[in-house]
């Protein structure tokens, strides 16, 4: 079997957020126990699992990802990297549908090169600090608001890109706090720098201290940042280490989330289900 990894929201290889990539042939998952192990091996973010559905329904691939440690409800930058693989290999061309935990999810192909996911937007709803974020963070939050269980995060607004680019937080105080994880977020110092806002993602409670680029994190970031500055189409940059661009769109319950990928290995994994 065909193992990849794909660098998703980037246009060049070791930025981005990498992802593991494995299309099955088969017409159903391995067992879960194989697939955990798998992604524990590639020791990514995720690892996406991807088998092909028969023709004439309402999708054509069936669609998981696994973190090192757990099964995960959603996830962008792995399904970012599987369309890509589909496109790439000719596997795919077009419109995909993938048939995911959240339901439908749409890619789309463009000539340019980049790939667009459609989403499902995740409604936010503000709620009092939590005792113990500032903490853990090492920063007073300006506002919070859930995420709900479409992603189960808490979304900390912070002062300034600064204060979320220079964070060194508590991981295991973070664990605690949310149902996966925080994202954090603030305006952009410098609009003209080509992105709208910041964010960065912590999710030590599925086993990933801080995710490079969280493609989902930004189907709550859109709705949020676009209510703020006025705009539906954003983009958003998140300031890890090895840093992404996510460009957003939001469409009332849908937001779409546009960005590039690159292979950066491929290679044949041994070990069958």
Not at 29 to 53: C, G, I, K, Y
Not at 182 to 207: K, L, M, N, Q
Request: charged fraction near 20%; proline fraction near 7%; glycine fraction near 12%.
């Amino acid at each position: 079997m065909r193992m990849r990894i794909v660098d998703a929201f980037t246009d060049r290889p070791f930025a981005g957020n990498p992802a593991g990539v494995l299309i099955l042939e088969s017409e159903g998952f391995p067992d879960d126990n194989w697939l955990q192990r798998v992604a524990a091996e590639m020791n990514l973010s995720e690892t996406a699992f991807a088998h092909p559905l028969p023709p004439g329904g309402e999708a054509d691939w069936a669609l998981r990802w696994f973190t090192p440690v757990t099964e995960v409800d959603m996830c962008g930058h792995a399904t970012l990297a599987t369309a890509h693989v589909l496109h790439s290999t000719g596997r795919a061309g077009g419109a995909l549908r993938f048939a995911a935990r959240p339901g439908i999810l749409g890619a789309v192909a463009h000539e340019d090169g980049s790939l667009t996911l459609d989403f499902p937007t995740s409604p936010l709803t503000p709620v009092r600090i939590p005792d113990g974020v500032a903490a853990a963070l090492g920063a007073e939050p300006v506002s919070v608001h859930d995420t709900s269980e479409h992603i189960g995060d808490l979304l900390v607004e912070l002062a300034d890109e600064r204060t979320v680019r220079g964070l060194h937080p508590d991981f295991s105080a973070l664990a605690a706090l949310s149902r996966r994880g925080i994202i954090v977020t603030a305006v952009a110092e410098e609009p003209g720098r080509g992105y709208d806002f910041v964010s960065r993602g912590f999710f030590p409670g599925v086993g990933i201290d801080e995710d490079p680029v969280t493609g989902s994190a930004h189907t709550a970031l859109a709705p949020f940042w676009s209510g703020k500055l006025g705009r539906t189409e954003l983009t958003g940059l998140q300031g890890s280490a090895r840093t992404g661009l996510v460009r957003t769109s939001l469409r009332g319950d849908r937001t779409l989330l546009t960005g590039r990928a690159v292979t950066v290995l491929d290679g044949e994994l041994l070990s069958s289900p």
